[in-house]
């Protein structure tokens, strides 16, 4: 099974909170407990990037398909992040490193409104939905930048 939302945050002061706490929901509802903390830790990081360096609208996206969890940040900024070293007494410089330390694969789409940086966890075999996803050759389907598909779902109590 697959599942996707999608949805659109304002770059004030409380879109980090709003974003971690909405990927959070949805994985809990999509009985995925063990990954809330990293998703909704490495959520809070690419939005915090997005709100302080890209441009409005800010997107989020949250994608569960064939054994792994995707999340993707959109900006309409089209400067691409960079990786950078923080020194001990920085106050910034730390998210993309921890995306790289925490998730399975990360990467960075440029689009023509803005890129994308997204990053994939991958799910206990346990989950009882890993197979049988609808996805392949749906007509609603969604591309995401990792190439996988989706099909898109709407938010429910995501605001």
């Not at 830790?41 to 995707?70: D, K």
């Not at 993309?96 to 990360?106: G, M, P, T």
Request: hydrophobic content about 40%; proline content about 6%; some cysteine.
């Amino acid at each position: 099974m697959c599942r996707v939302i999608t949805w659109e945050l304002d770059n004030g002061i409380g879109a980090v909170s709003r974003a971690r706490h909405g990927v959070a929901e949805a994985l809990q509802q999509w009985a995925l407990p063990d990954v809330v903390d990293d998703a909704s830790l490495l959520t809070s990081e690419l939005v915090t990037n997005a709100v302080q360096h890209g441009g409005e609208p800010v997107r989020v996206t949250v994608a569960v398909r064939a054994g792994s969890v995707e999340v993707a940040v959109s900006d309409s900024s089209r400067s691409l992040p960079q990786p950078r070293e923080a020194g001990v007494t920085a106050e910034g410089g730390r998210g993309l490193a921890l995306v790289d330390a925490v998730a399975a694969e990360w990467g960075i789409a440029a689009a023509a409104s803005g890129k994308q940086v997204w990053f994939r966890l991958a799910l206990d075999e346990g989950w009882p939905y890993t197979d049988g996803c609808p996805c392949s050759g749906a007509r609603d389907a969604t591309p995401l930048p990792s190439g996988q598909q989706v099909v898109r779902q709407t938010p429910r109590g995501i605001s």
